[in-house]
């Protein structure tokens, strides 16, 4: 595997905090799939945990190239975790598409955050067919 591109982004924890306030339901519903959603409402740093999937959510964005257009939902993009944990990016929708036409077939994510800031780096890997 080889990378293919890089996106990352930084969110500020209150300015999700303050979406989440004004429009509770809308702004998390539109932009958090349910899976996202069970595992952020209801805990301790909950408006941490959404700003760092936010974050991750924009990184691919533009790791993809996209921004918010070309027909990707938020919900297209899902941070998820692996069987030790760690954060992995799932991918649906125009989102799966546009990455499967760059060549990506996998992510590498890292993220972190403080009470104040949230950062995500993702890498998009893709198969290196040339070698044998």
Same mark, same amino acid.
């Given at each position: 595997?080889?990378?293919?591109?890089?996106?990352?982004?930084?969110?500020?924890?209150?300015?999700?905090?303050?979406?989440?306030?004004?429009?509770?339901?809308?702004?998390?519903?539109?932009?958090?799939?349910?899976?996202?959603?069970?595992?952020?409402?209801?805990?301790?740093?909950? $408006?941490?945990?959404?700003?760092?999937?936010?974050?991750?959510?924009?990184?691919?964005?533009?790791?993809?190239?996209?921004?918010?257009?070309?027909?990707?939902?938020?919900?297209?993009?899902?941070?998820?975790?692996?069987?030790?944990?760690?954060?992995?990016?799932?991918?649906?929708?125009?989102?799966?598409?546009?990455?499967?036409?760059?060549?990506?077939?996998?992510?590498?994510?890292?993220? $972190?955050?403080?009470?104040?800031?949230?950062?995500?780096?993702?890498?998009?890997?893709?198969?290196?067919? $040339?070698?044998?």
């Amino acid at each position: 595997m080889h990378a293919v591109a890089h996106g990352v982004d930084m969110v500020e924890v209150a300015r999700i905090r303050e979406m989440c306030a004004k429009h509770p339901d809308r702004f998390v519903d539109r932009c958090f799939t349910a899976g996202e959603q069970q595992y952020c409402l209801g805990r301790g740093r909950e $408006s941490e945990h959404l700003a760092v999937r936010f974050a991750a959510k924009e990184a691919v964005m533009k790791a993809l190239g996209t921004g918010l257009s070309h027909g990707i939902a938020w919900t297209d993009i899902e941070v998820t975790k692996n069987d030790l944990g760690g954060p992995e990016i799932a991918l649906s929708g125009q989102a799966a598409t546009v990455a499967t036409g760059n060549g990506i077939a996998r992510w590498l994510v890292s993220l $972190s955050h403080t009470d104040t800031m949230a950062i995500a780096s993702v890498i998009g890997l893709g198969n290196d067919t $040339s070698v044998t």
